[in-house]
């Protein structure tokens, strides 16, 4: 798999780009916060504004991905968050940067990020063999584990002890270089034919959700995914404001503090390519989303000014990164083990939409949950939420897969497209 030029340009184009994704993802709602002074529901809609895109476009990408070369669709997606990161940046020192701006550009790194994410997943698939999709997903995991590490750790220090412009051209920088390394991608894709007139999107977007509703494995992935996301978005709503506000931590130390999910969850790719062959999936997947989903409860039990406070929180999130990741990986080589190659991206797309389209209104809910509960309170309820997860995950037949998965076959594949 290394040995495979195009691979490699995949996953440093995947690394760089997810830096900059999970950076900007924190300098923007840190911007508000710090320069601007923006409230618990300013920042709930503006991290909602961001997710936005996931439950309104994420089907038809998939429908539309899937008879596109990935290549092409990630690079535009690439060029399209630099150029839009870069823009808020110049409105930042011509002294034109308000709430609206940050919310523009939130929607439109967001929408671009359904096409890129989308895409990426489906291009693994289409440039290696089946056998090699495990190892393939835990490298391409793990190196979203060090955007993790990076992405808000840079994100932070340059907002707090630099300036917005700085930590916004940085983002743009990692699309910019995505796009080179994605671009110079030479082998040609396998996209999926089909005879006669290509069906309308609509129809395309009902054999996917039709595929994936009829597929339990796929349907329980979907409702896990859904309640997680919404408890999570609305968590990290209550998070970002409690570590500067409750805990009194700067800028920096909450970028350090978000980062330790990146060594937990390069950890949890690790694992992911071990664990489940040797224990089974189910146990697996059950085991590692009650422990990660647990040990954000005990964060409102810290004050700030202890000795003790940035320690565990670098611990709790450690522990939660590498079980998160551990699910993740899991997870996605259930969904691509299980999938044929023409509805790859349509999957993708529908577990995408019905999992992470709960994520806005998570969000929303925790700016209200920050408004009318308190920090503390407000987030021992989202962190609470996140354990409805690992139930669905228990009692669904995602908990009884064994250490092999099943295969569909390109009869299915075929029969499908």
């Known amino acids: 798999m290394w040995r495979d030029r195009d691979f490699r340009r995949l996953w440093v184009g995947q690394t760089v780009s997810q830096l900059g994704e999970h ?45 596109w070369r990935t290549r092409t669709v990630m690079v535009a997606a690439d060029c399209g968050r630099a150029l839009a990161l870069g823009a808020v940046a110049v409105a930042c020192l011509l002294g034109g940067l308000g709430l609206p701006v940050l919310l ?63 930590a916004l051209a940085s983002s743009a920088l990692f699309f910019a270089l995505s796009f080179v390394s994605i671009r110079r991608i030479r082998r040609g894709e396998a996209v999926p034919r089909r005879s006669g007139r290509t069906p309308a999107v609509r129809r395309r977007i009902r054999e996917g959700v039709g595929f994936v509703v009829g597929e339990p494995s796929l349907r329980a992935v979907c409702l896990a995914s859904a309640a997680f996301q919404c408890a999570f978005a609305a968590t990290m709503t209550v998070y970002l404001l409690f570590l500067p506000r409750e805990l009194g931590l700067s800028g920096a130390v909450v970028g350090l503090v978000l980062a330790a999910t990146g060594p937990g969850a390069l950890v949890g790719s690790l694992l992911a390519a071990r664990l489940p062959g040797r224990f089974g999936h189910g146990p697996v997947l059950a085991c590692a989303a009650v ?72 969000s929303l809910l925790g700016g209200l949950l920050a408004a009318q509960c308190g920090l503390r309170t407000g987030f021992l309820v989202a962190a609470a939420g996140m354990l409805l997860s690992p139930l669905v995950i228990s009692l669904s037949p995602l908990a ?15 029969a499908r497209t």
Do not use: K
């Open 23 to 67: 950076g900007s993802a924190v300098v923007l709602p840190l911007i508000a916060v710090l320069l601007l002074g923006a409230d618990g529901g300013e920042v709930g809609v503006l991290r909602a504004v961001g997710q936005a895109p996931i439950p309104l476009l994420s089907l038809f990408v998939g429908a539309w991905v899937d008879g």
């Open 104 to 166: 523009v550009a939130a929607f439109g790194v967001g929408a671009l990020s359904v096409f890129f994410d989308v895409a990426y997943q489906a291009s693994v698939v289409r440039l290696l063999d089946r056998d090699q999709l495990v190892s393939a997903n835990s490298a391409l995991e793990g190196s979203r584990s060090a955007a993790q590490i990076g992405g808000p750790a840079l994100g932070g220090v340059l907002v707090s002890l630099l300036s917005a412009p700085v």
């Open 291 to 362: 422990l990660g989903d647990s040990v954000m409860i005990g964060v409102p039990a810290l004050h700030g000014g202890g000795a003790l406070t940035v320690p565990a929180l670098v611990a709790v999130n450690l522990t939660f990164g590498a079980c998160g990741q551990l699910v993740s990986v899991t997870l996605m080589a259930v969904r691509q083990t299980v999938t044929p190659d023409g509805m790859q991206g349509r999957a993708a797309a529908t577990i995408g939409f019905v999992g992470m389209g709960t994520a806005p209104l998570g």
């Open 400 to 414: 009884r897969l064994g250490r092999t998965l099943p295969v569909r076959g390109a009869a299915d594949a075929s």
